[in-house]
Each structure stands twice: as C-alpha cells, then as structure tokens.
C-alpha cells in the first residue's frame, strides 16, 4: 500500500507545494494525519481499516518531497547535511519504537500510540516560516526576506543572501542539469532494490528463516537500535566527511553485507547461525551511515531550484514505485530462497555504487545557486 499510495500521491504533491507553498502544503498535509491511524486502531470494520491505512499511506508519501524542499531551501549550506539527515533520524527512532511497541503492546494500543507525534508536528509547523524561494518566485520579496530574518543570526546579512542566492527569477534549465534528477531516480530505483524495504519491514520472518539463535523479536529491536546510532552519527559528521565518500562506501558494505549472508546461508556451515544475523547488522549500520539518509540530502541539495518540487516528486514517485515492486516480488523470491534473495539484492548495491562512483559529485559546503552547476564539473570536485 506505501508503494501504491505513492505512485498516486505524487502527482499531486508537485501542484499542492507550487500552489500553496511548501510549509503550508506541509501544514494542511500534517493537521489530519492522526485521525486515519485511529481508525485503523479502533475500527470493527475490515474496509475502514483498509482506508485508514491507504489514507495514513498517502499523508506519509506526501510529507517527504514536501520536507525535502522546505529543509533544503531555509537551511545555511553549513549545516544543510546535518538538518537533511535529522528526518531520516526521525524514522529510525520510530521505526524502533514501532519494534519494540509491536513486542510489547497489543497491535491496536500500538497502532493507536501512532496518532500522537501527528497531532504534535501539525502544531510545531505553526513556527516553520515559509521558503523564501517559493516566495520569491510569487514575487514576495519582502515577506522573503521577513522569513529569512526568522531563520538567520541576527548578525547575518539576510539583504546579502537574498540578493546572492534568492533573487533571481526561474529560469530555463539546461538540459545537462536534468541529469540530476535522473541520478537521483536511479538512487532510489537501486536503492529499493537493493533490498532496504525488507530488511526493515520482514525482520522478524528473515531472522527466524535464518535460523539465528535469539528470540527473532529481540533481533528486531537490535536492528532498530543500530539504525537509529547509525542515523545520529551520520548527520554529525555528514558536513564533515562529505556526501560523495559516505554514500559511495555505504552502498558497497550493504552489498557485501548482503554477499556475506547469501553464502552462509546457502552454504550452510554448522555453527554459523550468528553470521546471518552479523550481516544484518552491517547491512543496518551502513544504510544508517550513508545510503539511508544521504540520498533525501541530496534530493534537496542536487535539483536545481526552478524544478525542485518536481524533481523531487519525481524522486518520491521512483522510491514508492520500486517500494511496491519489492514487496510483491519478495514472497515469490522466498519461493528460491533467503540466500538467492540476498544475493539479488546485492547485485542492485553493486551498480548502484558504480554509479555514484561515476556522476555522484560532491555537494558539501555548496550554495544551492552553486549546486544548479555542479553537473558541469567532474565527479567528486569540491570548491
């Protein structure tokens, strides 16, 4: 249902944001999100279920593109990493609350527990100011400039940075620059395929196909334990080390992570039950590191600004399709087998890192009127 509600949501995200603005497209997305998670919860009937699920799905769908753009257009370069990532931090925190809520709790006490963060988020984007870009392209310099005061010391020249990096009107965007949307779909496309969706949301059923030794439900919340510290480090050193390094490292380990774990388990070595579960957990540290959270800093940072709703929608629309793929097609790859599965999986890792090994340039540090260029330049090139 993510997949499916994804590919139907995003053509309406682009029209929204442009029409209303990110934060207040944001706003209206956010204000009834918790009421689908409570008829699911409290619901007798099994259609209400369905459609609080489909419902739940599209707002979740919604709010990535959508806090992609914002984030990226009132963030200063510095520090635009780190604030990218904390999204991705958000997940992992409640992707482990979800595991050990799902351990803990009866499923619809859990699923209840949902609507409260939605009810919370709605009221604090009431202080989110608006994307001086978009207003901006509204011809709002004035309200632009009052939402850049919000957002910068007041020892900063906002007249300064408005004029640099916000003032020009939308222009045409050559042709060589819409390589960076296609990059990014091919991330995400490789990246689903490369089998993250199962690992997190089969944990449970692929730990107890393993074999592992420990309670599988345990395993779980380790999972979302190293996640989450994986997640945190990477959004700290992120502005540091650098987008380009990180993401292209990552995306090998998760797939010789994957390698790994294919060969025990179709090998079969006495004595070998923990190797499975160690190969997870590489995989989990890595895609926490790197090709968890990099790829939605880049949607924000890569795209040029004229197209950013777009492209990034564009993006989402890739990410959800693939999600759906792999979750139909997952069951009938059990059919040959959790080795074979892995090694499919690592196969989609290996060309996503050839690929980032040869476009993927470095964005670190770069304004975003920069970053409309960085096509220009060769793989890697830092200023």
Not at 4 to 32: D, H, N, Q, S, Y
Not at 261 to 276: C, E, H, M, T, Y
């Amino acid at each position: 249902m993510p997949g499916i509600a994804g590919v139907v949501m995003t053509l309406a995200t682009v029209p929204g944001m442009e029409a209303l603005g990110p934060r207040k497209f944001l706003f209206i997305i956010l204000l009834p999100a918790g009421i689908p998670w409570l008829v699911q919860a409290f619901t007798p009937y099994l259609s209400l279920l369905y459609l609080g699920r489909v419902v739940s799905c599209f707002i979740y769908i919604a709010l990535g593109p959508v806090t992609a753009v914002l984030v990226a257009e009132i963030s200063e370069p510095r520090i635009r990493g780190m604030l990218l990532s904390a999204e991705e931090i958000t997940v992992a925190i409640a992707q482990m609350a979800i595991y050990i809520m799902a351990h803990s709790l009866p499923w619809d006490v859990a699923t209840a527990a949902c609507a409260g963060p939605m009810i919370l988020v709605a009221a604090l984007t009431f202080f989110v100011p608006e994307s001086p870009y978009w207003l901006i392209r509204r011809g709002q310099k004035d309200a632009a400039l009052e939402s850049l005061k919000k957002l910068r010391s007041p020892k900063q020249d906002v007249n300064l940075e408005l004029s640099r990096n916000f003032s020009k009107r939308p222009r045409n965007i050559p042709a060589f620059n819409m390589g960076s949307v296609l990059l990014l779909a091919a991330v995400f496309t490789l990246r689903e395929l490369g089998g993250q969706f199962v690992m997190f949301s089969y944990t449970v059923y692929m730990f107890q196909k393993a074999g592992v030794g420990l309670d599988a439900f345990v395993c779980t919340i380790l999972v979302g334990v190293v996640r989450l510290v994986f997640t945190v480090v990477s959004a700290a050193v992120v502005d540091r080390v650098g987008r380009r390094p990180l993401l292209i490292a990552t995306s090998f380990v998760c797939g010789a992570a994957e390698v790994v774990g294919a060969v025990f388990l179709l090998v079969d070595v006495p004595g070998s039950s923990w190797v499975p579960l160690a190969a997870v957990m590489v995989f989990v540290s890595s895609y926490g590191l790197g090709i968890g959270p990099i790829p939605w800093t880049l949607m924000g940072e890569l795209i040029p600004t004229p197209v950013r709703n777009i492209g990034s929608s564009l993006c989402y629309l890739s990410f959800s399709l693939f999600t759906f793929v792999i979750s139909f097609v997952f069951p009938y790859l059990m059919e040959i087998g959790l080795g074979y599965a892995l090694l499919v999986f690592s196969s989609a890792n290996a060309i996503l890192t050839l690929l980032l090994w040869a476009f993927l340039p470095e964005t670190r540090g770069k304004s975003l009127s920069d970053l409309e260029n960085a096509f220009q330049s060769s793989p890697g090139h830092s200023e």
